[in-house]
Every structure is written in structure tokens, then in C-alpha cells.
């Protein structure tokens, strides 16, 4: 759970610090304080709701050609409701299948850039902001291979890694929550 709203938060924060915004937040309200995300939200493997379930499968089965793709294991939805963080619900259909999303790659790239900054292992310049919009705001790969070559790829690896992002944990697999595979993803992403 705290992964898919840190990343949630994370590419708004990210897309309003690119276009140059220092509390995008505003542009974006939540229906709750941030202050509550990072300790009381448990994972969200422990905060699937049942109802929440039944009418999140019922809508996706209604369309024949999503009911198709989920069968054979060539899509995955989840959802996360916030509406009341005393009481955030989740659903997901392939939730433990690991699929490829195009973009991932360029996610974990961002996040590491911006580790890199706050920790003063890499700067903040111009171009470096530029490449990271381009990659984000337009899926550009030569602007995220730029962004790999500054920050490098085992800094990144290793940032992926790191227990404050809780995306590595052996016990639980290898989907993008647990991390297991997100340094490989990024390092062997055909088309980041």
C-alpha cells in the first residue's frame, strides 16, 4: 500500500517539481492529510475488501475482452480507495502477477533521480530536468538513457533496493510492490 500511494504522490510531486512547482500539492488536493500516508496505511496485500473485490470483478467482467485478457493472465488492474483513509480498500484482479508495463522502468528512474538530489549524490541541472521531464512527460528513452548515464545504473539498483522504499522483500515475490525484480526491470527494459 505504501508503495502505490508513494508512487502515486511521487509522480504528481515529480511532474509538479519538473514543470518547475514547488508544492504541486495544492493543484491536486487529496481527500486526506498527508500526514497520515507514511506510518498508519498498511501494505495493501492486507487491505483487500471483499465487496470492494466482488465490484471491481464485476466491472472488468462485463467487458468480454478485458474478462479474456484477465483469464489468460495478460492484464492486471488494482485499486486503491482513498476516499477514507481510516478505511482505504483495495481490490485487484492478477494482484500477484508480474507484468511488464512500459513505462515502469522509467518510474523507478525518477525515483532514483530524485533520491540522488535530496541526498546530494547527483545535481539538479537544467538538463538533467529536462531529460527527466522529456522521459516522463513524453516516454522519450534517449532523454531516460541520459538520466541512467548521469545517475548510473548500479546507483540506481541500489537506491531500488534500499528498505526506506520497502520495494525488495524476498518473502513476498517479485512483483514491482516487493521490488525483487525492479533493479533487473530497469536494467533489462527494451524500450524503458
Same mark, same amino acid.
Not at 41 to 65: M, S, T
Not at 114 to 132: G, I, Y
Given at each position: 500500500?505504501?508503495?502505490?500511494?508513494?508512487?502515486?504522490?511521487?509522480?504528481?510531486?515529480?511532474?509538479?517539481?519538473?514543470?518547475?512547482?514547488?508544492?504541486?500539492?495544492?493543484?491536486?488536493?487529496?481527500?486526506?492529510? @498527508?500526514?497520515?500516508? +507514511? =506510518?498508519?496505511?498498511?501494505?495493501? *496485500?492486507?487491505?483487500?475488501?471483499?465487496?470492494?473485490? &466482488?465490484? !471491481?470483478?464485476?466491472? @472488468?467482467?462485463?467487458? +468480454? =475482452?478485458?474478462?479474456?485478457?484477465? *483469464?489468460?493472465?495478460?492484464?492486471?488492474?488494482?485499486? &486503491?480507495? !482513498?476516499?477514507?483513509?481510516?478505511?482505504?480498500?483495495?481490490?485487484?484482479?492478477?494482484?500477484?502477477?508480474?507484468?511488464?508495463?512500459?513505462?515502469?522502468?522509467?518510474?523507478?528512474?525518477?525515483?532514483?533521480?530524485?533520491?540522488?538530489?535530496?541526498?546530494?549524490?547527483?545535481?539538479?541541472?537544467?538538463?538533467?530536468?529536462?531529460?527527466?521531464?522529456?522521459?516522463?512527460?513524453?516516454?522519450?528513452?534517449?532523454?531516460?538513457?541520459?538520466?541512467?548515464?548521469?545517475?548510473?545504473?548500479?546507483?540506481?539498483?541500489?537506491?531500488?533496493?534500499?528498505?526506506?522504499?520497502?520495494?525488495?522483500?524476498?518473502?513476498?515475490?517479485?512483483?514491482?510492490?516487493?521490488?525483487?525484480?525492479?533493479?533487473?526491470?530497469?536494467?533489462?527494459?527494451?524500450?524503458?
Amino acid at each position: 500500500m505504501k508503495q502505490t500511494i508513494l508512487l502515486f504522490l511521487l509522480f504528481f510531486l515529480f511532474t509538479g517539481l519538473l514543470e518547475g512547482k514547488e508544492a504541486p500539492f495544492s493543484e491536486f488536493p487529496l481527500p486526506f492529510s @498527508l500526514a497520515v500516508i +507514511p =506510518k498508519t496505511i498498511p501494505p495493501l *496485500r492486507e487491505l483487500v475488501d471483499q465487496d470492494f473485490q &466482488v465490484q !471491481l470483478e464485476k466491472r @472488468l467482467f462485463n467487458h +468480454p =475482452k478485458w474478462k479474456k485478457m484477465i *483469464r489468460n493472465k495478460k492484464m492486471t488492474v488494482g485499486l &486503491v480507495d !482513498l476516499s477514507n483513509p481510516g478505511n482505504v480498500l483495495f481490490a485487484r484482479v492478477n494482484g500477484n502477477e508480474m507484468m511488464y508495463a512500459a513505462s515502469l522502468p522509467k518510474i523507478a528512474i525518477l525515483l532514483a533521480a530524485f533520491h540522488s538530489f535530496e541526498n546530494r549524490t547527483a545535481q539538479k541541472t537544467p538538463e538533467m530536468m529536462r531529460d527527466l521531464n522529456l522521459m516522463i512527460r513524453r516516454s522519450d528513452n534517449k532523454a531516460a538513457t541520459r538520466v541512467i548515464e548521469r545517475l548510473t545504473m548500479r546507483r540506481i539498483q541500489k537506491i531500488l533496493t534500499l528498505a526506506q522504499y520497502e520495494f525488495y522483500d524476498e518473502t513476498k515475490g517479485g512483483d514491482f510492490g516487493s521490488g525483487k525484480n525492479m533493479p533487473k526491470l530497469v536494467k533489462d527494459s527494451p524500450n524503458l
